[in-house]
């Protein structure tokens, strides 16, 4: 439905625009002079703050359908035979709310080669804005965690999530926690990825608990698809011993330090 509608939008533009380019855009889609549209001819009036991960992304030979996965529609209308996309973009700045303008042009193929700002230091932003960052993963033990064969954490596994907790609530933004379980390969494989993924949902309502926002963890369960260790005992309690390392809960956390 998005993109029916741009196609809609940008038809209508060539009543505003008709079918030329204001950068004189070459085939190659470089310019001598590039030149921005004005900001109160923005078809998209209010402009837009941009998810600053996705500009991040916004590379040469970028594709439209690309471009407007990452940035939206453009926010001016410049012609059917556009080769060149405007956007009006807003940033929450120390300073207070810088606007930018950024263009785009495109080469005779339709992908992007020539980026803009205007004005020009607002590329800054980009390096400014705090990056995200995948923080070192923790690992729980499953057999000091949780008692074998068990959902529920132990003592010591409660005192491991608070201490993981804790070193999370010092991040300036914590975006996505994934909590991922782990079992060994003794019993059904049926029965592995559900305990696997319970203690998953275990570990993620205990760091609810410590003040980790709910919404921003994910579990999930591999039960003993993902073994660290090969054993073959033949004892089951050596077995048992050996397998240890497979049997955890990983915790992955992406964020801003």
Not at 25 to 45: I, L, Q
Not at 144 to 153: P, W
């Amino acid at each position: 439905m998005k993109k029916n509608w741009f196609g809609a939008a940008l038809l209508g533009s060539l009543v505003l625009a008709g079918c030329g380019t204001l950068s004189q855009v070459d085939s190659e889609g470089h310019t001598e002079n590039p030149v921005f549209p004005e900001v109160d001819k923005a078809t998209f009036h209010t402009g837009s703050y941009p998810n600053i991960d996705n500009l991040r992304q916004v590379r040469e030979g970028v594709t439209r359908d690309q471009l407007y996965d990452l940035l939206g529609r453009p926010h001016f209308a410049e012609g059917f035979k556009v080769r060149e996309w405007d956007y009006l973009f807003h940033f929450n700045t120390a300073q207070g709310i810088k606007t930018c303008q950024f263009k785009v042009l495109f080469d005779q193929d339709k992908l992007g080669r020539s980026f803009y700002w205007k004005p020009s230091e607002c590329a800054s932003v980009l390096d400014a804005a705090p990056k995200t960052a995948t923080i070192q993963p923790f690992s729980l033990s499953g057999d000091v965690a949780f008692a074998f064969g068990s959902a529920t954490l132990t003592s010591a596994g409660l005192s491991t999530i608070r201490d993981i907790a804790g070193q999370l609530k010092q991040m300036s933004n914590i975006e996505r926690v994934t909590v991922s379980g782990h079992t060994d390969r003794i019993g059904s494989a049926a029965s592995n990825q559900r305990l696997s993924q319970q203690r998953a949902q275990t570990v993620r309502q205990a760091l609810s608990a410590q003040g980790i926002p709910a919404a921003a963890i994910v579990t999930q369960g591999f039960g003993q698809d993902r073994p660290l260790v090969q054993c073959d005992q033949p004892n089951r309690s050596d077995l048992i011993a050996c397998l240890a390392p497979n049997r955890r809960v990983d915790i992955e956390v992406q964020g801003q330090r």
